[in-house]
């Protein structure tokens, strides 16, 4: 198997970071073979910044459309065994090619792998996500959001068929594409932290109604197949439970609600989840105990 890889940067706007993101693609312990940058019609100085790289990135002028036809745009222009996405705002480890390649290359029914990562910026912390991966049942949930997959942390085999849904806007358009992609093959995690993430006001998470225009995105693809739908009410069920462990009471109760209203047959788990929505006092509690216990044992 060959060991090719094509980089893609979907860019908008992104003159403040992207040479520092070029120049992580440019240090990488393995060469890529094509670097490739879509301006997705930015209106700063993202091209000009990317024009000083000529001869070593190749860059792709659009008027602006929207990340997902830019990386899709991207992906097509691919010639390589392999397609690694990294976002304009972020950068890799040096060793973040070499290790996806190494891992790849030992399952030849990978349709793609992907990493930990680090975030910096706003907010800082390192991704760890085998416990989550580990506990993906494979054909009874989606993937995503189950196991928090960035496009800049993944890896992708040139050969699959699946693609960014340009009709989802940035509303988890890429979790969509990751459990398209899911369903052509195998997906590997590697336990390393290979991207560091960057955490701005102008990341799409941020942005007002995101959340909900994503899961109602992910209701709209997903409600077709009897069995999608009920993978993704298996999907939504867990990360209710994720998020009520987390103590994440605002997006808890929003997925509550949104179960609740999108499931209406499942009579027996509404009544569960209302009743959960009205336990916040209880949590706090059981944690306010919990903290004093472990206040007594430092004492002790």
Request: charged share 25%.
């Amino acid at each position: 198997m060959n060991g090719s890889v094509t980089v893609v940067i979907p860019a908008f706007n992104a003159a403040s970071y992207i040479a520092e993101t070029i120049n992580s693609v440019l240090q990488q312990s393995l060469s890529a073979e094509k670097i490739i940058v879509v301006d997705d019609g930015s209106t700063d100085d993202t091209a000009e910044i990317v024009k000083k790289f000529q001869g070593t990135v190749e860059l792709i002028q659009l008027k602006n459309s929207g990340v997902s036809h830019a990386r899709n745009m991207g992906f097509g222009l691919a010639t390589s065994d392999w397609v690694a996405f990294l976002d304009s705002d972020d950068t890799w480890h040096e060793r973040k090619l070499q290790v996806c390649l190494d891992t790849a290359q030992r399952t030849p029914s990978c349709s793609f792998v992907f990493s930990d990562f680090r975030t910096f910026g706003s907010e800082t912390g390192d991704q760890v996500l085998g416990e989550n991966f580990r506990n993906w049942q494979v054909s009874e949930q989606l993937l995503v959001p189950l196991v928090c997959v960035l496009p800049s942390a993944a890896f992708v085999r040139r050969s699959t068929m699946s693609r960014f849904p340009e009709w989802a806007g940035n509303d988890c358009e890429d979790s969509i594409y990751f459990n398209d992609l899911a369903d052509e093959g195998q997906v590997l995690h590697i336990p390393e932290v290979l991207v560091n993430y960057r955490r701005h006001e102008m990341s799409a998470q941020k942005q007002t109604g995101s959340r909900e225009r994503g899961c109602e995105n992910l209701l709209k693809r997903y409600s077709g197949e009897v069995n999608d739908r009920k993978r993704l009410a298996n999907t939504l069920l867990t990360l209710i439970q994720q998020k009520r462990q987390m103590r994440q009471w605002d997006y808890h109760n929003y997925l509550c609600k949104f179960f609740i209203k999108h499931w209406p047959d499942q009579l027996g788990t509404a009544f569960v989840l209302r009743a959960v929505m009205l336990a916040k006092p209880i949590y706090d509690l059981k944690d306010a105990v919990d903290l004093r216990s472990n206040d007594r044992i430092v004492d002790a």
